[in-house]
């Protein structure tokens, strides 16, 4: 059974910085992509940043370029996100997922394995 499970977040003031991980355990094959995908209170779930596996291709939303950065240790099926400079409208529940293909895309469809999320929380 495929677990994947999300850690790291927390409160923090704006301008802070967090570094989010996601495990996953049980994966019945390798050449997938990840991403990370969040969502606020009253919106949509939206993506934020995507990893291929070898990561050769990275994607981020514009709402993340320039302050977050993806990762991942593929031999460890670890994927992380290091978000600095972080502002209030980052608040929001994060969630990591596992694509069907090694491809980076947003439609939520695409990925098959979703954790429970780590809600991060920023403070003005």
């Known amino acids: 059974q495929v677990q994947v499970v999300e850690s790291g977040g927390g409160l923090v003031q704006a301008g802070g910085s967090l570094r989010l991980s996601c495990t996953v355990s049980?994966?019945?094959?390798?050449?997938?992509?990840m991403a990370w995908f969040r969502q606020a209170p009253g919106k949509e779930r939206e993506g934020v940043s995507c990893?291929?596996?070898?990561?050769?291709?990275?994607q981020y939303a514009d709402s993340a370029k320039g302050r977050f950065t993806i990762s991942r240790d593929s031999t460890k099926n670890m994927l992380y996100l290091q978000m600095n400079s972080l502002r209030t409208e980052d608040t929001a529940m994060y969630y990591c997922?596992?694509?069907?293909?090694?491809?980076?895309?947003?439609?939520?469809?695409?990925?098959?394995?979703w954790g429970q999320g780590t809600q991060v929380t920023v403070s003005s």
């Open positions: 049980g994966m019945p094959r390798e050449y997938f992509a």
């Open positions: 997922a596992i694509h069907r293909r090694n491809l980076c895309t947003w439609s939520r469809t695409d990925y098959e394995y």
């Open positions: 990893i291929t596996w070898a990561g050769g291709n990275t």
